[in-house]
């Protein structure tokens, strides 16, 4: 099923967020300017308006059914939109040669009715991020393109040319804390989507090292059965 490629592989590292959905960088760019985006800003507002819309709707008297039937419809139509937004990042990494998408491991299940309906859930990872990532890995594999996940630790903090961390001072910029580098003011999430694509590779690991690692116990479940729970809506 697998093709082959002879070709060394070209690992594209790919960032999820809300402001842009996919941030792409393939490794081998001279620097952050090389990087692809898809605005995540429409489905934002859709997310937005629809738990608005269901809280209306869970307030008003159409029966329980009929809100989740609704809210099952109008996720239909987001994943439409996500859908076409994998396909534009496939079409893209389809440009290189052997390419190979490197997500962050994600630990968390979407779950759209929790979106809509727990006063405490946040947007993207009750439901966006998550799904974003699972659809990128169906589409990918329509288009034969290999994804594979590399830890998440502070690949969002890493500078990606030295590998201290660094500080996002207006949050969507990104600016390295090390004297003797020049990365400063690149955008986060392009940063971000080349250290992915760095950690793809052997020896490319953050120079950062946090005194007590990090336990697997603090994290939310990971997702390992395909998404039982969005599949209960
Ligand atoms: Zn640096």
């Known amino acids: 099923m697998v093709a082959m490629h002879k070709s060394d ?24 300017k090389g990087a692809y985006t898809i605005s995540g800003d429409d489905l934002c507002v859709q997310l937005d308006a629809l738990r608005e819309q269901t809280a ?24 439409e939109a996500i859908d076409a937004a994998a396909r534009e990042l496939c079409e893209y990494a ?16 979407p779950d759209l009715w929790a979106w809509v309906t727990d006063p405490d859930a946040h947007r993207g990872t009750s439901w966006l991020l998550p799904i974003a990532h699972r659809r990128l890995r169906t589409i990918a594999a329509e288009y034969s ?22 500080e996002r001072p207006l949050n969507k910029t990104f600016r390295c804390t090390n004297p003797d580098c020049h990365v400063d003011g690149v955008y986060a999430d392009h940063n971000a989507a080349k250290v992915l694509a760095q950690r793809y ?4 690991q953050c120079a950062y090292r946090p ?21 209960n809506g």
């Open 94 to 109: 389809s440009a290189y040669e052997h390419p190979v998408l490197v997500t962050e491991d994600s630990h968390f299940k």
């Open 201 to 204: 590779y052997p020896g490319q």
């Open 211 to 231: 005194s007590r690692p990090t336990s697997p116990d603090d994290r939310p479940a990971v997702l390992a059965d395909g998404g039982i729970a969005e599949n």
């Open 9 to 32: 592989p070209t690992a594209i590292g790919v960032d999820l967020g809300e402001y842009n959905l996919y941030t792409a960088c393939p490794v081998k760019m001279p620097d952050w």
């Open 145 to 166: 393109i290999e994804v594979t996940t590399v830890p998440e630790e502070f690949s969002s903090q890493e500078c990606h040319v030295c590998g201290v961390l660094g």
């Open 56 to 79: 209306a709707l869970l307030g008003s008297e159409y029966d329980r059914d009929t809100i989740v039937a609704y809210v099952k419809d109008r996720r239909v139509a987001l994943i």
